[in-house]
């Protein structure tokens, strides 16, 4: 049976990634060899990171003095490596849900933090949008999708200090201004490629200010340096980003892919705000067109389980709420087709007339 996937990450990937990617794992780039067993620094693997940036920085229009690393450790690793080597004294975070409090946690190892706003008294249902931005910190730093809680923040904000944003979950589903931004990174988990490689697009000039010494491998000045070849980079995660990055440039570029991101999400919020079983759990301005929270109103509410079971018949795989929500979340990234987003629908239209 043909399977819808919406699992929010590790996630659905372009059929073009998954082919292209088995092809170089056969044979990479007619060497005879597999992409996994040959040098990174071999010329056609070099050709491939070369690509993946140029092209990475075509798609999103990154502005001269910038660079786009690929590196490992996660977005997690980021959370530390951001206050590593941007924060002299103090950064402003908003909080809105998880991601954004564990990159928090670790801001307060180099310094101080002020969390100018959070929702958390209201499990983060809403993006705070009344706060103010103190002029002295050296950045401050948003979510701008939150995976979890299905809220999104889809534009640059006016910022009295540069912005640093963690894209991982909705990066190529719009343009974005990177010119407001200091830095933004995510996991490529998302919407790029399989786990294990980490982009982080800076601004070269943003660093080399703090005064504390910096390990290595944690000093963006090392990989800037040797353009992401520093140390052995992620090289099947890298070769299957660069294929969805060619993808995206084949669909139109982000516009397109904003256009067809809106049109799933409009179609699947509109079967939510007409159902009488099924709500939406956060406000709907700042509802998240990655990632959609739904669960059942209360007299509906022990068919939760059985929902996930009838949907699971259809060939729907993925769409348990995350345990902090509860309920449903569906993951419209870039590569899930607007079609398996009608199936869900369709169960779900299916599951009400039955109940
Ligand atoms: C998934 C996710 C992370 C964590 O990424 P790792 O690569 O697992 O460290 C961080 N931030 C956001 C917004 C995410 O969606």
């Not at 730093?141 to 889809?154: A, K, S």
């Not at 022990?302 to 993925?318: Q, R, S």
């Not at 929500?325 to 599951?351: C, D, H």
Request: hydrophobic share 40%; aromatic share 10%; glycine share 6%.
């Amino acid at each position: 049976m043909k399977k819808h996937n919406f699992y929010a990450g590790p996630s659905i990937l372009s059929q073009y990634t998954i082919d292209n990617t088995i092809d170089a794992i056969r044979n990479f780039a007619g060497t005879g060899l597999s992409l996994l067993e040959i040098s990174h620094r071999s010329k056609e693997f070099t050709a491939v990171m070369d690509e993946a940036q140029a092209l990475f920085k075509e798609l999103l229009d990154i502005p001269a003095g910038y660079e786009v690393l690929f590196l490992g450790g996660g977005a997690s690793t980021q959370f530390c490596m951001v206050p590593y080597n941007l924060l002299k004294t103090k950064a402003a975070y908003l909080d809105t849900g998880t991601w954004a409090n564990k990159a928090i946690k670790e801001a307060k190892l180099f310094g101080e933090v002020d969390v100018v706003a959070s929702s958390k008294a209201d499990n983060y249902v809403f993006v705070p949008k009344d706060y103010t931005v103190p002029a002295d910190a050296d950045y401050f730093h948003i979510t701008t999708n939150n995976t979890i809680y299905g809220t999104e923040i889809r534009k640059d904000l006016d910022s009295p200090v540069p912005l640093v944003a963690d894209m991982s979950s909705d990066i190529f589903s719009r343009p974005v201004d990177v010119s407001k931004y200091d830095l933004i990174y995510g996991g490529a988990q998302k919407n790029i490629a399989p786990a294990g490689v980490t982009f982080v697009i800076v601004k070269v000039d943003a660093l080399g200010k703090v005064e504390r010494p910096i390990p290595t491998m944690l000093n963006y000045k090392t990989h800037v340096d040797k353009g992401s070849m520093f140390n052995t980079p992620p090289v099947m995660p890298i070769y299957a980003a660069l294929q969805t990055l060619k993808w995206y440039k084949q669909l139109g570029g982000v516009k397109e892919l904003e256009r067809l991101d809106k049109e799933k999400a409009a179609y699947l919020y509109d079967a939510i705000d007409s159902s009488k079983m099924f709500v939406g759990t956060v406000h709907p301005e700042d509802r998240s067109i990655m990632n959609v929270c739904f669960v059942m109103k209360p007299e509906y509410k022990e068919l939760e389980k059985d929902f996930i079971d009838f949907a699971g018949t259809k060939g729907i795989v993925g769409i348990k709420g995350h345990r902090s929500v509860g309920g449903f979340r569906a993951s419209l990234y870039n590569a899930l087709p607007l079609e398996s987003v009608k199936v869900l629908v369709e169960a779900m239209k299916e599951f009400e007339n039955k109940h």
